[in-house]
């Protein structure tokens, strides 16, 4: 019996003196427990920056960074660090790092991105410098790989500022670059759609849309020209830059005789401005909720400046808060002349929001801006096909 005590007694000694030691042991190694490695910190931060979640990217890619040696995994860090400080809007930490970037011959290959996003930093600042030192940017972009994605994107870049300064050849110039090459950027669409507008509302001569010249007679108002070819006085007179109370006999005008057509996609929130088969401009647009806007073939049938807003029987001035209508009325009516659209148009608004999405009574709405422009350039008359 005593045997057998002394058995148990070191038996139990025994488990103190190994737990004892696995608790020490434990305790030895957790200070070296397996840490995640660059490599994945890295993959971490890249899988955010894919979901758009830049604020939580950032951190591991900067300790990524501050990490991994000198090789891919620290270039690789840089790089999606600098697109999502970029992304974030954090303008300061970004033009650090595109300038660490384009500092390493290393990162040779990133060169055209980093040239692109440091002008892109400085493209929205209205400074005369800032726009300069953009321009450079854009040119170092094109130089580094010419035929790259980035060079194309500052090419496009380098074509609007030389169409806000008034080159409209030169602008034309470098679009023409782009023709018969397969590129479907939105910037290269975009650029050609201003480009675009500035040739309809300069003095050029247009195939599409169709212009000619014509010469003022004596007794001559733009109301009378504009009837008498199908367009509008405001148009003549801005692409004329005229005083329509000073018209001068003799003086040339260009006059569009081309046709125009909107077309509405209720899907896509777009209304295209068309002549002949060409898309002339886009614009971004608000429809009815619930499928409000009626489709179909219509046709405008009158336009208002600072229109009125009829509401229950009540008459809501232009500028008053509660009227919606915006700068700019047109009203719709359907193409063979039945009045069944009452209350329906195209107008205005100043609510950003309310743009790109399904949320009016039934009325396509525009920017400001936009209904305006459209104001110049559409005759009553202009036919409207509304389409799912």
């Not at 669409?189 to 169709?210: D, G, H, W, Y």
């Not at 018209?247 to 209720?266: A, E």
Request: glycine share 8%.
């Amino acid at each position: 019996m005593k045997a057998t005590k002394a058995k148990i007694i070191a038996l139990l000694m025994g488990v103190v003196i190994v737990g004892t030691g696995a608790f020490y042991l434990v305790k030895f190694l957790a200070p070296h427990a397996r840490k995640p490695s660059t490599s994945e910190a890295l993959s971490a931060g890249r899988e955010l920056f894919e979901k758009k979640q830049y604020d939580q990217a950032i951190p591991k890619l900067e300790e990524c960074f501050q990490k991994a040696p000198e090789g891919d995994v620290k270039s690789q860090a840089l790089l999606f660090m600098a697109r999502c400080y970029s992304a974030a809007g954090k303008r300061e930490q970004a033009a650090q790092s595109w300038g660490t970037i384009v500092e390493d011959p290393m990162m040779k290959d990133h060169h055209p991105e980093a040239f692109y996003s440091l002008a892109a930093l400085r493209s929205p600042s209205g400074t005369l410098e800032d726009q300069q030192i953009a321009q450079e940017y854009y040119k170092k972009a094109v130089a580094a790989a010419p035929d790259s994605r980035f060079a194309d994107l500052a090419r496009i870049e380098i074509a609007n500022f030389t169409l806000e300064k008034g080159d409209i050849p030169g602008a034309q110039r470098i679009l023409q670059e782009f023709r018969g090459k397969k590129k479907d950027y939105p910037e290269l669409k975009r650029a050609e759609f201003r480009l675009q507008m500035k040739l309809l509302f300069s003095p050029t001569i247009t195939k599409v849309p169709e212009s000619q010249y014509y010469v003022v007679e004596e007794g001559d108002t733009l109301q009378e020209i504009a009837k008498k070819f199908g367009t509008t006085p405001d148009l003549l007179q801005e692409s004329n830059r005229v005083d329509p109370f000073r018209l001068q006999i003799g003086k040339r005008l260009k006059v569009v005789t081309g046709k125009f057509q909107l077309k509405v996609s209720k899907s896509k929130n777009i209304l295209q401005l068309i002549s002949g088969d060409v898309v002339l401009n886009e614009y971004r647009i608000g429809t009815g909720e619930y499928g409000k806007t009626p489709a179909g073939r219509f046709k405008i049938a009158d336009k208002v400046k600072e229109p009125v807003w009829f509401r229950d029987g009540r008459a809501i001035p232009y500028g008053h808060p509660d009227n919606v209508l915006g700068t700019r009325w047109l009203k719709l009516d359907s193409a063979e002349g039945q009045k069944d659209l009452v209350g329906y148009g195209i107008h205005g608004t100043d609510d950003q929001s309310t743009i790109g999405r399904e949320s009016s009574q039934g009325c396509i709405r525009l920017l400001n801006r936009d209904v305006e422009e459209l104001y110049k350039i559409v005759p009553i008359g202009t036919e409207v096909i509304i389409e799912q």
